[in-house]
């Protein structure tokens, strides 16, 4: 091997020692990617002020709302509990919960309506979905937001092209049918993306969402640990990433919430994070 190959194995390994340590999925990939807070800056530079407009906690596609023809939903508005925010101003950071809904899912939304906070919900098809329809219809009736997590959990750079667009138009199919509400936001399993999945991403009209806290509870029940870990990482304008799914993420939250509030957080759900901005198809949040 001459001098030239060798650097270019080292630069090689070295950036893969890099994506190793720092868990970024996809690293070295190409894509359009940004921050829910330059998106939220640049939106509201563009429209001519420094504040949103009242931002709702879910989000439909224009005419997708459940109850009426208008594309409103006078019942499933949240703002009554959770007052419009203005995440310029307020020190917010956005809650979501991953591969549900599941047999823990009441509680956490008990816990939730009860601290007046909002999540997102990236939602699973199978075992999920299909399994708890009324749970989706109470997580959308509660006032959180309605996201994609594929209908099967497979990852999807390795997946070929017409197994991603089923995955994600499956759950699309499944919750519009739900609820009348069909999802912007998809979160692909294990946060694993490509140009291949923007690409399809963009034509099915869902952005992606990634995250900078996460307490890996799929890693432990231990829910002191779990709390532990998600306020140690939490800054202004994060997105956190829990499982409603493991035995040890709903105990943790009631303390999680306490504490966040309590160091001036307000916990908001992705697309009031990003507000004014909308989500934009294809492209990649992540703080």
Known sequence: MGRKDRISGLGVSLVGA????????GCGASYDTTSPRSAREHAASDAGHSTPAASKPDVLKKGDGANDK????????????????????????????????????????KILKR???????????KKHIEK???LVRR????????????????????????????EITR?????????????????????RTDERVSKICR??????VLWSVTAKDY???????????????????????????????VPAVPGILAKLKKEGYTVVTVSQLMAPAVPEPGKVYRP
């Open 139 to 166: 997580i959308a009736d509660e006032g959180h937001e309605l996201a994609n997590h594929t209908w099967s959990h497979k990852i999807l750079t390795k997946t070929d092209s017409d197994e991603v667009r089923s």
């Open 115 to 125: 601290e007046k906070a909002h999540a997102t919900f990236f939602m699973l098809g």
């Open 70 to 109: 208008s594309g409103t939903n006078d019942k499933n508005d949240a703002n009554e509990a959770n007052p419009s925010v203005d995440c310029a101003v307020a020190k917010c950071v956005a809650l979501t919960f991953d591969a549900g809904p599941s047999g823990n899912t009441p509680r956490l939304l």
């Open 203 to 208: 034509e099915l009209g869902v952005a992606q």
């Open 171 to 191: 759950v699309q199919t499944a919750v519009k049918k739900l609820t009348g509400r069909t999802p912007l936001l998809m979160r692909p399993p294990q946060g």
């Open 18 to 25: 890099v994506c190793l340590t720092l868990g970024l999925s």
């Open 132 to 134: 708890h329809p009324d």
């Open 219 to 249: 890693q432990t029940n231990d829910s002191a640990l779990i709390e532990k870990r998600v306020l140690d990482q939490t800054k202004r304008d994060g997105i956190i990433l829990l499982h409603d799914i493991y035995k040890g993420t």
